[in-house]
């Protein structure tokens, strides 16, 4: 069965920097598109970061532009975010995800804390 389980999250200080990764297993993981999502407290869960199958095309919200990176290492089957010059505004619960035949799939999120 898919599975998507993110690492990585914690309690960091402004300005600081995080790398979130998310181990797949399950489905042939370099055929798929694969996202991150957030979620803040009171808020919907919006999508940050989108990277293609293969790599070689990747997308961001605005708000995370130039601060956020996403990668995948196909021969893992893991995709990474990174993420520096955190701010107060980026404290969520990070999301996997994957849409597979129309069904999405997430893993259990990880979260992400930056305070002073």
């Known amino acids: 069965q898919v599975q998507l389980v993110e690492s990585g999250g914690g309690l960091v200080h402004p300005g600081g920097s995080l790398r979130l990764s998310c181990a797949a297993s399950g489905f042939t993981f370099s055929s798929y598109v694969m996202n991150w999502y957030r979620q803040a407290p009171g808020k919907e869960r919006e999508l940050v970061a989108t990277?293609?199958?293969?790599?070689?095309?990747?997308s961001y919200t605005d708000s995370v532009k130039g601060r956020f990176t996403i990668s995948r290492d196909n021969a893992k089957n893991t995709v990474y975010l990174q993420m520096i010059s955190l701010e107060p505004g980026d404290t969520a619960v990070y999301y996997c995800n994957a849409e597979i035949w129309r069904i999405n799939y997430w893993g259990q999120g990880t979260q992400v804390t930056v305070s002073s």
């Open positions: 990277i293609s199958s293969a790599g070689g095309s990747t």
